[in-house]
């Protein structure tokens, strides 16, 4: 996985915990300490025994039991080559299948909200300063929490044609323009916080870069401290993906082409961008609008042959 795939250090951590949950689960059903296992520990059986219990007991949504799955599956792929005696038990882990779930419309947030939220940050203090480039840049971007943590000053340009530089997700770099606001703010943000180009563009006191669940934290604090400039926000869960979400929207309902916006959040298909296209309940407006209504004049439907009115009347 790490000399010869080279995966991203994210999905090393993600197969680890898998083997680690899978582990412990075989320890208290099995009493077998994992340096114990064998191929005939870990059969069609127990791998499903463990899927349910990621479900029932742990209360694991389908998609984070599809993606342990997934990396069970890896794990089998790669054992196929090496040990054919289990080629039937291997077979069937193999033939475990990925579970479907509901795909719900994505939450966003209008204009009104995130101005709310933009305005808790105290600006006179250097924490205040830092949450409120993070999240102007957040909301104007659309880049992922952990596109946003691992940002460096030197991959901020404010020069003619202003953008961010960033890594996003399967290693694929990108760059995204910058309005003139955002601009501002981080020009203000930047000059208050004098630091080598290396340095994290958003760091801790400490001078390390913020943590995703350092970002959750403070989208959460400052959206709950805007609910009594926008009361709207108390119905609303908000997190840095719903900033990203929001991001999106604002792109989409300025006429941007669909495409663009998936270059813009360094989608890897234009599929994953189709979202906000079924979100954009304006579109639809529109789309109504344009049609005529059907002139169809009401009437009850009578049956006119027998046997239909006989079976009808049972």
Known sequence: MIIQR??????????????????????VTKKLAPAALD???LDATTIGDFLTYLEAERGNSIRSRNARLAAIHSLF?????????????????????????????????????VEAILSVPDRDTWLGRRNHALLTLAVQTGLRVAELTSLRRNDIDLS????????????????????????????????????????????????????????????????????????????????PHVLRHSAAMFLREAGVDISVIALWLGHESIDSTQIYMHADLAIKQRARDRTNPLEITPNRYRLTDSLLAYLDAL
């Open 77 to 113: 792929r790669f054992a196929s080559f090496h040990h054919p005696e289990h080629a039937d038990l291997i077979s069937r882990v193999l033939s475990i299948p990925q579970k479907r779930f509901d795909r719900g419309i994505v939450e966003f947030l209008n204009r009104e909200e």
């Open 39 to 41: 191929f005939a520990d």
């Open 160 to 239: 003619t044609g202003p953008h961010v530089r960033c890594l996003g997700k399967g290693r694929k770099r990108r760059s995204t323009p910058l309005t003139s606001g955002t601009v501002a703010t981080l020009r203000e943000w930047l000059k208050a916080h004098d630091a080598p180009p290396e340095s994290p563009l958003f760091p801790s006191r400490h001078g390390t870069a913020l943590s995703s669940d350092a970002v959750e934290c403070l989208v959460r604090k400052y959206a709950a401290a805007a609910v009594s400039r926008c009361p709207s926000l108390a119905k609303r869960r908000v997190t």
């Open 6 to 27: 080279q995966v991203s250090p994210a999905t090393i951590a993600a197969y680890r915990d898998t083997f680690r949950l899978l582990f412990a689960f075989l320890a």
